[in-house]
């Protein structure tokens, strides 16, 4: 049974920092590429930044550039998002995904951060 399963999410102050997780199971992780997306109220799912497997480069969104960090531990079958300095347009639910073209999309239920204070 293939599972995504996100968490680290919450409620920040402006300038703080989250680390987000996605952890991984029912399918082979190392030979995947990881993502993360978010989706703010009223607006389309975006994508946040991406990590290819194996060597691992990464693209970020602009709006995240020098900020967050995504990165993955195929150890643990996990994929993560360091998210520093956030701002309140941040906000919004954090999904991971897992892709192998053309062989599989998966996507996990979500975890939200809100920005505030």
């Known amino acids: 049974q293939v599972q995504l399963v996100e968490s680290g999410g919450g409620l920040v102050q402006p300038g703080g920092s989250l680390r987000l997780s996605c952890s991984a199971s029912?399918?082979?992780?190392?030979?995947?590429?990881m993502s993360w997306y978010r989706q703010a109220p009223g607006k389309e799912r975006e994508l946040v930044a991406t990590?290819?497997?194996?060597?691992?480069?990464?693209n970020y969104a602009d709006s995240v550039k020098g900020r967050f960090t995504i990165s993955r531990d195929d150890a643990k079958n996990t994929v993560y998002l360091q998210m520093n300095n956030l701002k309140p347009e941040d906000t919004a639910v954090y999904y991971c995904?897992?892709?192998?073209?053309?062989?599989?999309?998966?996507w996990g239920q979500g975890t939200q951060v809100t920005v505030s204070s």
């Open positions: 995904k897992a892709r192998r073209i053309p062989i599989y999309t998966y």
């Open positions: 029912g399918f082979t992780f190392s030979s995947s590429t």
């Open positions: 990590i290819t497997n194996f060597g691992g480069s990464t």
